[in-house]
């Protein structure tokens, strides 16, 4: 007699001694007893008393026998699903159309007699095996359950074709995955469909996962082959399915299942999303797939290391597909699904049963956890613990998880199927059948199947497209090398130093990263200014409404007030605020300051005193430059010097060009910038960066004599220096625009007039520009949007109403020094982002995507953003400890650089450009999902009636939620529940705000910019407070929630989700709301209406439309019957 003895057992002691020790010492489980199945084979009614698996009462009896063909006479077993079972069919429930559980086969024989004969012998064969004659039922049933018939066989669907038709193509189209479905509640699971070509006949099977894993396919092959040898005799004894349900479900409990994967999962707050894929209720189609095989001596040292280390060749390649995941999910803790065979612990006889048997169950690995050494062995370990839990339903292994109901652990399949490279021996059996290819899915967008074949391994990689899965592919074998080498060389070495990118792509992402730009002009940019107004001395320079001032009289004024300056103590280093209005001396005060040799520190008079007067205070100015008229409003302090521009008489001074000296180390301005702290900080800028910078763009915006450049934006804000100076530098005109002329039209009027050929602004008020333009449109040469994220949308109608050559996205922070990055589009672009990108490093620049380890990150991932090169400011005024923490070391540049930490969430595109997410500070985590604000108001913008959207997440009764603010285009109306509808086929329901506020206009900063902070608080009805449900639908369906849900009130604003909902329960409110309200609900309008109030209204909408066809009906038949009498 044999030992009784567990699979995980075996793994835990994989050594021979230490495994019959384990034997010896440690209790072994103890073999699940198998209730008989009490249905009679005479049977024609069944009770509940003979079902040994289920609970149903008469009623749910009832509806069973009357979906079934022959009734109870037909039906040998019904008994509840296998773990998996259940999660395949809420998938294939909540697809309207195809469905990723389906595997299909293409056969070709070579004429129909064979094909009759195959088909004939695969009904032998399900006549042969319970699981092949099942069908799953759900409707009306407290659980859904599968169902075996006495009698069900496969019929060949011949397709007709007409002439000249491709009979292959018309076949792969009928039976395409992405549109095919098999009505799993009739048996048997299997389709056949056939068409004629001229020489042969095509057979596609496809074929439902409920019934049938990888094994089960082979046995199967098997079976089919002795039978068409006839060789019957040699066909084992079948092995009925409902041992292995019965294991799953009387075997390891759920509370030790619940208690094992809390400790695994508890403290898991998000989901690893690879490539940011999270979508886990696909069909399957639109996958790109990859197959890969491992070299010879990589195979070997991979099996030598799992010998000699003790543990399974399957934990190197479940801790290799952690990394890969790590590196395209920017995460350091991965959770992905694992494929577990399911038939180690189902009971004896197992290998040989036909059905289900393989479960999908979490796998966590920590990556930062320790050495290479140990993170394998603690992936073994786990690994082992799982099989021990290989029945455990995934639906319970996710609600141990950190995360709230309906939110999706992974979304990310590791698949370990073991083979054999040798074909086995099918005689004749498959004379003149050829096997012309096969075909499956699975409803996670990133899978990777591993065919262990004994000696080799081979790889099947498998993504959504346009992701790639070639590089996925790459960076799983990149990593089983790097395991590899690290355990041959240096065991003890951290997993987290072992590098996945190869050679070349670091390479490349470094080229994207460094702009390679030769060094600029040292000179500071006032002695640009100069050289122009020496070359040419009469080109106008600044205009000012009717007043100009050309390159001349700007240098002589300018020098003049500069002599001044030097004269009362203004030099290197010497901080000079100013406080004027837009007006030509704010320009001659601006590089009077500079010639002086001082620093500007720009004091915007609109500001709040209290903010004025601590900036005076922080900057440390000793002098302030300012106009008569606003000199009584400002909070001067005493002993502050104050010079009136308006007032002061400098024809005394010299008109001679100042010769101060400077180097580009001597600092050039100081702006200050919001602070986390509530105060303000101060951004210090050398005069080596701002010319760097200056001169680059100059180069990048072509900009000549020609041009006149506007300058919109408030001194306060850093885009105003390169308005006003980079026209200068180039000899062109810069336009300065009175605050008065600010409202659209007023500025539309000013740039025709002044005969403006580009501006700057931000791309809030470029919308707003842009939606008062007539036919004609505002036509100047250069359009640059900058200060804010771009929304997509609103590029397209700039490009519209402005009709420029060229159309320029540029970005940066302050601590950049203005905008280190530019993206340059057409008008024909189609973004596929939600903003803008943001392009590539201009000047001597470098932009880097990083992950928390400062790590550089692929194509695709998303990752902060890090700024260096020359432009970059010296750090923030009296602030070491915050310029310490935000300017760091630059770990890619040998001489000592430093790089800028944005804050900011971007990624590189395909093509080496930036696209830029979101904040990271602006990144909010909803029900454990990380949402990037952007992503929901670009889907607001492409709404027809939204002329402006912004989303912002704050905290209702049930914890954070997203609200959104909308406006309307002129004319337009917004209904705030068709909005939300419409948002709901976009976005996943989290990220539906639950809160929309429609607004007259979103209100704007003094730069143009959205004002968050002025936006209104959420209604106060607008919470998910307790709001009785309303109307005789509402009611019926809160009974159902409350009863299903197991709570004791439901509301009308309750979420499903948020009251512990998930797919399986799902499934029941769909079959008892079909059953008490008499009404259709898809288990995907669960999903997209999870609020009671809303999934009601589908329900009234629903019945609305049934009501109108039921009367259309009764219209035709009232037709017909006079048509007839």
């Known amino acids: 007699q044999g030992l009784p003895a567990s699979v995980k057992r075996l793994f835990q002691h994989p050594q021979l001694a230490a495994f019959a020790a384990a034997l010896e010492s440690e209790p072994q489980p103890a073999e699940v007893v198998v209730p008989p199945n009490r249905i009679p084979a005479d049977c024609t009614a069944i009770t509940p008393e003979m079902l040994t698996l289920v609970e149903l009462d008469q009623e749910e009896i009832g509806r069973i026998e009357a979906a079934v063909p022959g009734g109870a006479a037909n039906i040998q077993d019904i008994y509840p699903l296998a773990p998996l079972q259940e999660g395949i069919l809420f998938h294939h429930l909540i697809q309207s159309e195809g469905d990723a559980y389906i595997a299909r086969t293409l056969l070709g024989f070579d004429k129909r007699a064979r094909l009759e004969g195959f088909i004939a012998s695969l009904n032998q064969v399900i006549a042969r095996h319970d699981i092949l004659r099942t069908g799953v039922h759900w409707e009306g049933l407290r659980e859904p359950v599968q169902v075996v018939h006495r009698h069900a066989e496969v019929r060949v669907h011949w397709l007709e074709t007409g002439p000249g038709e491709d009979a292959r193509a018309r076949l792969d189209e009928y039976v395409a995955l992405g549109r095919y479905r098999i009505d799993v509640r009739k048996a048997p699971l299997i389709h056949a469909v056939a068409v004629q070509q001229p020489d042969r006949c095509l057979l596609a099977l496809p074929c439902h996962h409920l019934i049938s894993d990888h094994t089960t396919l082979e046995l199967l092959v098997g079976e089919i082959a002795l039978l068409q040898q006839g060789r019957n005799a040699e066909l084992l004894e079948p092995v009925p399915f409902r041992r292995f349900v019965a294991q799953a479900k009387l075997g390891v409990s759920a509370a030790e299942h619940q208690a094992f994967f809390t400790r695994l999962l508890g403290d898991v707050a998000e989901p690893t999303a690879p490539f940011g894929l999270l979508d886990v209720r696909g069909d399957g189609s639109g996958v790109e797939e990859t197959r890969l095989s491992l070299e010879a001596p990589l195979a070997r040292a991979i099996r030598e290391h799992a010998r000699s280390r003790g543990v399974s060749a399957a934990s190197l390649f479940h801790l290799a597909w952690a990394m890969a995941l790590g590196v395209v999910a920017g995460r350091n803790d991965v ?37 290479v050494l140990e ?18 339903s995934l639906a319970l292994a996710q609600r141990c998880s950190g995360l709230p109901g309906g939110t999706p652990l992974f979304s990310a399949l590791l698949n370990y199927r073991y083979g054999s490279s040798e074909k086995p021996d099918y005689g004749n059996a498959w004379q003149g059948l050829e096997a012309l290819g096969g075909e499956e899915r699975t409803n996670y967008p990133v899978t990777l199947s591993v065919d262990d074949l004994g000696e080799g391994f081979d790889l099947v990689v498998q993504v959504v497209r346009p992701t790639g899965t070639r590089r996925l592919g790459d960076y799983m074998l990149q990593a089983l090398s790097a395991i590899v080498d690290a355990l041959g060389e240096a065991p003890e070495r951290a997993l987290s130093d072992v590098p996945l990118l190869s050679a070349a792509e670091r390479e490349q992402l470094k080229g994207w990263s460094e702009n390679g730009a030769p060094p600029a002009s040292a000179a500071p940019i006032h002695r640009l200014i100069e050289a122009q107004a020496a070359a040419h001395p009469d080109a106008v320079a600044v205009i000012f409404g009717e007043a100009q001032l050309s390159y001349g009289e700007l240098n002589q004024r300018a020098n003049q007030l500069a002599h001044h300056l030097t004269g009362r103590g203004v030099g290197p280093e010497v901080k000079v605020g100013i406080a004027v209005e837009r007006s030509l001396e704010m320009v001659v005060g601006l590089l009077a300051i500079l010639k002086a040799g001082g620093a500007y520190v720009p004091l915007d008079p609109e500001y709040p005193a209290e903010r004025l007067g601590y900036m005076m205070d922080d900057s440390g100015i000793g002098l302030l430059l300012t106009q008569r008229a606003l000199r009584a409003q400002l909070p001067l302090p005493g002993g502050l010097a104050v010079l009136e521009l308006d007032t002061l008489a400098l024809t005394a001074e010299p008109a001679h060009n100042p010769d101060v000296p400077l180097s580009g180390e001597n600092l050039a301005y100081v702006i200050y910038t919001s602070g986390s702290t509530g105060r303000p900080k101060a951004v210090a800028v050398a005069h080596a960066p701002l010319a760097m910078h200056l001169q680059a763009v100059i180069g990048q915006f072509g900009l000549s004599p020609n041009d006149r450049l506007l300058q919109f934006a408030s001194l306060s804000f850093d885009a105003a220096v390169s308005q006003w100076a980079s026209p200068l530098l180039a000899g062109a005109a810069t336009v300065i625009l009175a605050a008065e002329d600010r409202e659209t039209a007023r500025l539309t009027a000013e740039a025709r007039a002044r005969g403006l050929t580009a ?28 200060g804010e994220a771009w929304p997509a949308e609103n590029y397209r109608t700039a490009c519209k109403a402005f009709m420029p050559e060229r159309l320029v996205n540029s970005y940066g922070p302050t601590e950049a020094v203005i905008s280190p990055c530019v993206w340059e589009g057409r008008r024909d672009d189609i973004l596929q982002s939600a903003y803008v990108p943001i392009g590539r490093p201009v000047g001597e620049r470098k932009a880097y995507v990083l992950d928390t380890e400062l790590n550089l990150t692929p194509a695709g991932v998303a990752g902060e953003l890090y700024l260096g090169g020359v432009g970059l400011a010296r750090g923030y005024l009296n602030r070491p400890g915050l310029s310490a923490e935000r300017f760091i070391a630059d770990p890619y540049d040998e001489s000592g650089g430093r790089l800028y930490r944005t804050g900011d969430l971007v990624r590189w595109n395909a093509e080496g450009e930036l696209e830029y997410l979101g904040r990271i500070d602006h990144q909010v985590k909803i029900r454990g999902f990380r949402i990037e604000l952007g992503e929901v108001e670009a889907q607001l913008l492409a709404q027809p009636q939204i002329r402006e959207a912004v989303v912002v997440a704050d905290e209702g009764p049930g914890g954070a939620r997203l609200v959104g603010y909308v406006s309307a285009q002129a004319g337009a109306e917004i209904d705030t529940a068709e909005l939300r509808t419409k948002l709901g086929e976009q976005l996943p329901d989290y990220m539906v705000p639950s809160v929309l506020m429609v607004l007259d206009a979103l209100p704007l900063n003094a730069n143009g910019k959205i004002d968050r902070k002025a936006l209104p608080k959420a209604e106060a009805g607008s919470t998910q407070a307790y709001e009785a449900p309303q109307g005789e639908v509402e009611e019926q369906l809160a009974a159902i929630w409350a009863e299903v849900l197991g709570v004791e009130r439901v509301g009308r604003q309750d979420s499903f989700f948020e009251l512990g909902g998930h797919s399986l329960l799902a499934i029941q409110i769909v079959a008892r709301v079909g059953d008490r309200l008499n009404q259709s609900l898809s288990l995907r309008e669960v999903f997209l209406h999870p609020r009671l109030m809303d999934m009601a209204s589908a329900l009234n909408q629903g019945e609305e439309e049934q009501s109108v066809a039921d009367v259309l009906a009764s219209i035709d038949a009232f037709i017909d019957d006079l048509e007839t009498a």
């Open 335 to 371: 959770v992905f699904g694992t494929v577990l065979f399911g038939r180690m612990q189902a009971g004896a006889q197992a290998d040989k049963a036909m059905g289900l048997f393989i479960n999908t169950l979490p796998m966590r690995i920590r990556l930062r956890a320790g050495s």
């Open 375 to 392: 993170c394998l062995e603690q992936t073994h370990r786990t690994l082992s613990d799982l099989l021990h839990h290989e029945h455990a």
């Open 759 to 786: 501006f700057h602004l931000p791309p809030a008020y470029l919308r707003e520009l842009a939606a008062t333009q007539d036919e004609s449109g505002l036509p100047v040469r250069l359009c640059i949007g900058g």
